[in-house]
């Protein structure tokens, strides 16, 4: 939502900000219309920054939020007196929530959840590129870990194989074999120099992983199902 506001500038005259205020408490998630508590404009690091600490009505919380702002208007004296360049920096504070997962995933690879969760939270914290090897790494141990379940007798060979061999040879099922293969191909561009795959991102992987873990839960309960004894015929 655009948003203006006034601000003290070194205590000598006013400036007006132009900005986007947030439209979802970062600590409760809802969706909020902030009440303005206050606001500041300092300069530091050679740029301009803007602090707005807003009111959330549905936590009773007060979130902080910083802006990189840009001058672009000058008064006659060639003061500052407008800001409508602003860039979103972040807002605090964020209260991370944890991905819940089925208890069969948690099952066969509690390795993946904790690395996937851990990726979730640097994401979320803005560490996009620390969050892209997470992704991956978490890829690796769901398919690792799922290709053991299904071959226990070759745990030592899955374990010291490529990602690509591992999904060639021990995936089955065709869905999850698309999936973790495309996985892989993005994972490889958050691991590398050079993005081979420039118009995917970890977006994508996230969603490759989701419905990875959708169709491997499948996969184990139609196995469960295989594995009733049919007493039907009995007498
Ligand atoms: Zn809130």
Known sequence: MKSECNCDWKGQHEVKVEYDSIE??????K??????????????DKGYWFYVSDFC????????????????????FDRIHRFNNSEFIN???????????DEMIKKISSQFVKIYNQSLQAEKMGLDEIAGLGYRKSVEFLIKDFAIYENPDKVEEIKNTWMKVCIEKYIKNEQ?????ERSDWIGNDEAHYIRKQENRDITDMKKFIKAMVYFIGMTLITEDAESMENKNNRG
């Open 24 to 29: 979802k408490c970062p600590k409760c998630n």
């Open 31 to 44: 969706a909020i219309s902030p009440e303005r508590l206050h606001a500041i404009v300092i300069e530091k």
């Open 57 to 76: 009505s549905a936590c009773k919380s007060v979130i902080i939020t910083e802006y990189r702002l840009e001058a672009d208007g000058r008064d006659r």
């Open 91 to 101: 807002s605090a504070p964020i209260i991370f929530q944890e991905e819940k997962f």
């Open 176 to 180: 999850i074999k698309v999936l973790a």
